[in-house]
C-alpha cells in the first residue's frame, strides 16, 4: 500500500490564506506588513528562491524589495545596509539569502539584523531561545514542518521522531520544536553508528542531509510519517529529496515529495513570521 503524499503546495495555499487575512486585518488599519531581502551575487538557486519568496510576498499582499548586491561587495556595505533596514519603519523583516560569498563572515550578518525583525529566525536571540519555547520567530523550514505535521493530524504527542541532520537551520531547530510538542526526540549525524538501528525506531523521520537518496526503506519503520527536507539536482537535471521517494512510499504511511513538499511551506512561514513581525512593531497582536 503506497504511503499517503503530504501535498505542501495545497497545504501552502490553506496556510497563506490564513496569514492573507490576518495581514488583511492590519492594512485594514493603515498597516502594511513590508520585507526586505538581500542577495549578494548571481547563484541561480539563489535567485530562484529569492523569486519564489517575493511571489508569495506579492499573492498575500505584503510589501517587498529585494536589494540585489554584486558578488565582491564588501562587508562593511553589506552591514550598512542592514542598518539602514534595521531603522526603516515599513520593513517589518529582513532576510539575507545564504549562502554568502566566503569574503563575508555569515554570522556576523546575520547577527546585525534586529532581532524582531530576523523573519528567517536565525539571529542569535532567536536560535537560543528555541531552547525555552519563547522564540519570536521559528526558523521557517521547521516551522514549516510544524505546520505541515499540524494540518495532516500527525499525532507528535509520545511518538519517536528521529532527525537525520544537524544542521543550524533544520536538524536543530525541528529537535526543538518537536521537543516542545512532547515527542521523543533523536538527531542522528553522520558519524552516528548504524544509522538504521534509529531510523527504524522512528514514527516521524525528517531528513535534512543533502545527500540525494540516502535513506531508503531499509531505513523506514512501517507505518511511520517521512520528512524529506532535501532538494538535489543529480546529473540528469532531476530534482530529489534525501530520501528515496518510490521505495520508502511503500513502506511510509505518510511522506512529503520532492519538489511540492516541505519548500513551498518554508517559503509560507517567511510570508507568516513578516505578518507576525508587523503586528508586534504595530502592538496589533491577535
Known amino acids: 500500500m503506497s504511503a499517503v503524499i503530504i501535498d505542501g503546495k495545497a497545504i501552502s495555499v490553506a496556510v497563506r490564506k490564513e496569514w492573507k487575512e490576518r495581514a488583511d486585518r492590519l492594512k485594514a488599519k493603515n498597516i502594511l506588513p513590508g520585507l526586505a531581502v538581500i ?9 530562484l528562491y529569492v523569486s519564489n519568496k517575493i511571489k508569495a510576498c506579492h499573492e498575500v499582499g505584503l510589501h517587498s524589495e529585494v536589494h540585489d548586491l554584486p558578488e565582491d561587495i564588501s ?15 515599513k520593513i517589518n523583516g529582513i532576510l539575507v539569502q ?7 563572515d555569515e554570522n556576523r550578518i546575520l547577527e546585525t539584523i534586529k532581532m524582531d525583525k530576523d523573519v528567517d529566525g536565525f539571529h542569535l536571540y532567536n536560535v537560543g531561545a528555541l531552547m525555552t519555547g519563547n522564540t519570536v520567530f521559528p526558523p521557517c523550514t521547521p516551522f514549516g514542518v510544524m505546520r505541515m505535521l499540524e494540518y495532516s493530524k500527525v499525532p507528535i504527542a509520545g511518538q519517536n521522531a528521529v532527525i537525520v541532520g544537524r544542521s543550524n537551520i533544520v536538524g536543530k531547530p525541528m529537535a526543538m520544536l518537536l521537543l516542545q510538542k512532547d515527542a521523543t526526540v533523536t538527531i542522528c549525524t553522520s558519524k552516528t ?10 514514527d516521524i523521520l525528517v ?17 511511520a510519517i517521512v520528512v524529506d527536507v532535501g532538494i538535489n539536482r543529480l546529473d540528469d537535471g532531476r530534482l530529489v529529496g534525501d530520501v528515496a521517494f518510490e521505495e520508502v512510499s511503500k513502506v511510509a504511511s505518510q511522506i512529503t515529495p520532492v519538489p511540492g513538499g516541505v519548500g513551498p511551506m518554508t517559503i509560507t512561514m517567511l510570508v507568516a513570521n513578516t505578518v507576525m513581525a508587523a503586528e ?3 502592538g496589533n497582536l491577535p
Request: aromatic share 0%; net charge positive.
Open 75 to 89: 562587508e562593511k556595505m553589506l552591514l550598512k545596509l542592514i542598518d539602514q533596514l534595521n531603522e526603516e519603519k
Open 207 to 223: 531528513v535534512a542531509t543533502g545527500r540525494p537518496e540516502m535513506i531508503k526503506a531499509e531505513h523506514v519503520k512501517q507505518g
Open 280 to 282: 508586534r512593531h504595530s
Open 98 to 104: 545564504l549562502p554568502l560569498p566566503k569574503h563575508i
Open 193 to 202: 553508528k548504524d544509522l538504521i538501528q534509529h531510523t527504524k525506531q522512528a
Open 39 to 47: 542577495i549578494v551575487g548571481d547563484n541561480p538557486a539563489s535567485k
